[in-house]
C-alpha cells in the first residue's frame, strides 16, 4: 500500500465527520404546512429520508453508506444556504409526515405507480434504482429465484432488506455497509451481494472485480429519487424542481455514486486480509 492511500482515508474520515455531525444536529418541531419557507426562517431544513446514516465515532472504521440520499441532504442544505438535517420517514409515509410536520421536504425512491403521488407532490430526478445482484463469475446462480436457500449479503440502509428473503427465499445476512457485504461475497461468506444497480454497475467495472462481476440484472421496476412536498406547498415545488433539473443536467446524483464507489472499493481493499475465496 502507497503511504499516500492511509493520508486520502484520514481525509475521508474527517470529511465524512463534518457531514455526520452537519447531519445529526437535533431539528426542532416542524410545523404542518412549513415547507421550505419555514425552514428559511428557521434557517434550518429537515429533511426525511429512508436511513439516517449512523452518527460517526472515534475509532469506528469509516465506511460509505449504501444511498447518496444524505448526500443531497446535504447538498440540498448549501444551495437553500441553510444547515440541514435528515429524520427517518418511510417512502409510503411521506405524505403523512409531511402532513404531520415532521419534514420541510421528503427525499426517497418511489415508484411511478407508489400510493404517494395521489397524497402530495413527487418531483423525479433523473436517477433511477433498481435491485442487482453480483457473484463470482464462476456462480452457479444464473436467475433471481436460484437464490434460494442461497446466503445473500445486503446493508443495512439499503432499500433491499427483507425483499430478497420474502420473494426467492433467500437467506439474507445483513451488513453494516456496502463495503463489509461486497466483502464478504469476496471472501466466500456470501453467494451474492445484493445493491442499486447503480452502485455495482459502477463497480464492477474496476479490474480489480473481474473476478466478482457475474451478476443477475435489475428484477423489479425501478423507483425514481424524488423530493416530496406536501400537495399544496407550490412554492416548495417549485423551488425544488429547480434543483432537480439543474442536478438532472450536470447529472449530479451520478458523479455523487462514481464517486462513492472508489471509497467502496478502496474500503473493501483495506479490510481484506485474506485472499479471494477460489
Known amino acids: 500500500m502507497s503511504a499516500s492511500r492511509p493520508l486520502m482515508n484520514a481525509s475521508r ?10 447531519a445529526c444536529v437535533l431539528p426542532q418541531a416542524v410545523h ?13 431544513l429537515v429533511a426525511g429520508v429512508r436511513y439516517v446514516d ?42 403523512v409526515a409531511l402532513d404531520a410536520g415532521k419534514a420541510h421536504v421528503v427525499l426517497a425512491a418511489v415508484r411511478d405507480d407508489a400510493p404517494v403521488h395521489k397524497s402530495a407532490t413527487v418531483i ?41 428473503a420474502a420473494q426467492y427465499g433467500a437467506v439474507e445476512v445483513v451488513k453494516r ?8 461475497v469476496r471472501t466466500g461468506d456470501c453467494d451474492a451481494a445484493v445493491h442499486d444497480n447503480t452502485m455495482l454497475e459502477e463497480l464492477i467495472r474496476l479490474p480489480e472485480w473481474k ?3 457475474a451478476r443477475l440484472p435489475v428484477a423489479a421496476p425501478r423507483a425514481r429519487l ?3 412536498v406536501q400537495k399544496s406547498d407550490a412554492k416548495s415545488a417549485a423551488a425544488l424542481t429547480r434543483i ?20 467502496i472499493a478502496f474500503e473493501v481493499y483495506l479490510d481484506q486480509d485474506v485472499p479471494d475465496c477460489h
Request: aromatic share 6%.
Open 211 to 213: 473476478k466478482f462481476s
Open 13 to 22: 474520515i474527517l470529511s465524512g465527520t463534518s457531514l455526520v455531525l452537519a
Open 177 to 184: 455497509a456496502p463495503a463489509d457485504s461486497l466483502l464478504a
Open 124 to 164: 423525479p430526478l433523473d436517477y433511477a434504482v433498481g435491485p442487482m445482484a453480483i457473484m463470482r463469475t464462476d456462480t452457479d446462480i444464473k436467475s433471481w429465484p436460484q437464490l434460494k436457500g442461497r446466503k445473500v449479503c445486503l446493508s443495512e440502509g439499503g432499500l433491499y432488506v427483507g425483499t430478497l
Open 226 to 228: 424524488a423530493f416530496i
Open 54 to 95: 449512523p452518527e460517526y465515532k472515534g475509532g469506528m472504521k469509516f465506511r460509505t453508506p449504501d444511498a447518496i440520499d444524505n448526500a443531497l441532504v446535504q447538498e440540498l442544505g448549501k444551495r437553500l444556504r441553510l444547515l440541514a438535517s435528515a429524520v427517518r420517514v418511510a417512502p409510503e409515509d411521506a405524505g
Open 244 to 263: 432537480a433539473r439543474e442536478w438532472s443536467a450536470n447529472r449530479y446524483p451520478d458523479h455523487l455514486v462514481a464517486k462513492a464507489v472508489k471509497h
Open 32 to 44: 404542518a404546512g412549513g415547507g421550505l419557507d419555514e425552514a428559511a426562517q428557521r434557517k434550518q
